[in-house]
């Protein structure tokens, strides 16, 4: 082992021991109890290991589910039962932990895994983009819009790192249209990339941080499937003009026209065309949940009932499934689940001062935190961690229920969580981006850097337009 992998994993290792051990006066709350000290510890670990990553990120998940089972849950293991002490506090039902393997955001990701696995099974997202493709012409500015355009789409509904890597193959012989030292190829290469960040906002099951979020808006602070796509959507469009603009600027292509060749037809046989119905149909119940009264989650299954039972998605498929990303955002879950039922999120807001600051201050720093956080680890950890401290947030502050509440900071930090692009290690399409060998790292931390910062503004802009309209 490397002396780097050793500091890591010492790293690791000992500060989630030393803060389970510390003396509870050493954190500045006031009453914690035994079992919000083994959340702080938890939470420390799951940092440092999503952070710096000596196992894989899913791993860490699974650790935190298992360590919430063992020393937090109401059968915990028999070595760490403290119950006897009066300042031992609340402990969770280990039913509960256990089931946030099976919670209504994994069945909607579960859901939108099965549509876009379907669709490429079926090559219905190869033939979608030939017909797409077309209306843009052969002007170079035209086609690289209308790259981004078709990659902001896709991500809207698949996972961004598969439409990244569809849209690169696409993408591929029309990059060898470009000579050698076009600027070009850099911007066709960053445009599907940071199109298939920005799209992935535009709907509640476009990027984990959305997902996240919508664990925490219920009830009272619920958002609908078309409602999320009524003002995401547009958000993400207009980012997605502004990153094609600044491309078209940064690296102006040398070739004036270029052409795409995309071969293939739409299938007719009858699994093609339950795809096809199956997809339509499940994309209007999304929109129009207020008329029917299902819930998005609810509305998931009907892909993943339709497509077992016509044996479109066989056992083999199955296994293709992205279960690690799964599985990372129900570890998040379990965490957040951990803050919640413990009380250890309301103890912390209660301990600090926030009521002090401005609300807006307040959100300000919450979404510079998550773009910071995002740039430098998974996007979804990022989520993981931040987000049951917002919503904790929303709800004790008095003074941010002025401004939107707590559905307007949940929203606010799961957009700038996924606005992170600055870096290849930021998020998946980017680092396919940064594999092709068109751009180097500088080229894209001062594109990812600039649209990051813009879409932050405009974050801010979008969570004032909602609260005035009315919609937060």
Known sequence: MLMQDKIKWFVCLTLPI?????PSGFWGI???????????????????????????????????IALELFVLSDRNFVLFQSA???????????????????????????????????????????NLARVLLKPFGKKTPSV????????????M??????????????????????????????????????????????TPIGTPPNAI??????????????????????FALGLMVIAWLLLLRLFKP????????????????????????????????????????????????????VFTATRIITPQDLKRISWDVLWLVAGGIALGLALDKTGLAQHIIQSIPFDTFP???????????????????????TANLLMPIMAALGTALPGIAGIGGGKMIILAVAFSSSLAMALPISTPPNAMAHATGQLDTKQMLRAGAIIGLIGLLGVHFLMMLLNYTGVL
Do not use: C
């Open 254 to 305: 040398q070739a004036k026209e270029i052409s795409i060749g995309i071969s293939g037809k739409f299938r007719k046989n009858w699994q093609a065309l339950t795809v096809y119905a199956t997809f339509i149909v499940t994309l209007l119940f999304w929109l129009f949940d207020a008329l029917h009264g299902m819930t998005s989650y609810q509305v998931a299954m009907i892909p993943v009932a």
């Open 30 to 64: 006031d009453g914690l109890t035994i079992v919000e000290q083994r959340v702080i510890a938890i939470f420390i670990f799951a940092l440092l290991f999503w952070i710096l990553e000596p196992i894989p990120i899913f791993s860490t998940s699974v650790i935190i």
């Open 18 to 22: 030393a803060a389970w051990l510390a």
């Open 157 to 202: 509904f698949m996972s961004n790192t598969a439409t990244t890597a569809m849209m690169l193959a696409i993408l591929s012989p029309v990059l060898q249209q470009f000579e050698v030292n076009d600027k070009g190829k850099t911007a066709f290469v960053l445009g599907v990339a940071f199109a298939a960040n920005i799209g992935g906002m535009g």
């Open 213 to 234: 979020a919508m664990k925490y808006l219920t009830e009272e602070m619920a958002i609908g499937f078309g409602q999320w796509m009524s003002f995401g959507v547009p």
């Open 84 to 126: 006897g002490e009066a300042n031992f506090g609340a402990v969770m039902s280990y039913k509960e932990i256990m089931a946030t393997f099976a919670s209504p955001i994994i069945m909607l990701f579960l859901g939108g895994f099965f549509l876009a696995m379907a669709a490429t099974k079926f090559q219905l997202d190869i």
């Open 144 to 155: 690289l819009f209308g790259f981004m355009l078709i990659t902001a789409i896709f991500s």
């Open 359 to 381: 609300a807006l201050a307040i959100v300000w720093i919450a979404t510079v935190i998550a773009i910071v956080m995002a740039t430098f680890m998974s996007n979804t950890a």
